[in-house]
């Protein structure tokens, strides 16, 4: 009996924990690569990302230009298989673009996960889009 406690006691440390990191990510902050050894990742990139972002955003006909054009700030978590989930939108731009910002994310392809020991790991994840209408893109 002394031997299995012994034993167990030894192996604790070694068990498998769920974990979550949160990784917020702005131009003007630096990542936290303490907590995760790879981040997560758009397939492709920054660019294939803001070219998926440009060739997928439908401004809608009923809204302003005032209503369209600037900034939305958002946190999703991007899971262990790379899906996106719990997408929220910290700070608006007008409800229209809110909408049209958490469709985009949520038909996003999957992104490839945030790694931590060489395993994937949910990663919660916070930046800014930002729109600006050039030409004339809307449904």
Excluded: C
Excluded at 34 to 45: C, R, T
């Amino acid at each position: 009996m002394k031997r299995l406690f012994f034993l167990l006691l030894l192996l604790l440390p070694f068990l498998p924990k769920a974990q979550t990191v949160t990784v917020t990510k702005h131009a003007n902050t630096a990542l936290n690569f303490k907590a995760i050894d790879v981040e997560p990742q758009f397939p492709g990139g920054a660019k294939a990302f803001n070219k998926y972002l440009s060739k997928n955003v439908i401004y809608p006909v009923n809204a302003s230009s005032q209503e369209m054009n600037g900034s939305v700030t958002l946190a999703m978590a991007i899971e262990k298989d790379g899906t996106i989930t719990d997408i929220k939108i910290i700070n608006g731009l007008s409800e229209v673009m809110d909408r049209e910002t958490i469709r985009l994310m949520a038909a996003s392809p999957k992104w490839k996960p945030g790694m931590q020991r060489g395993q994937p790991i949910r990663v919660r994840y916070t930046f800014t889009i930002n729109y600006a209408l050039i030409g004339d893109k809307r449904s």
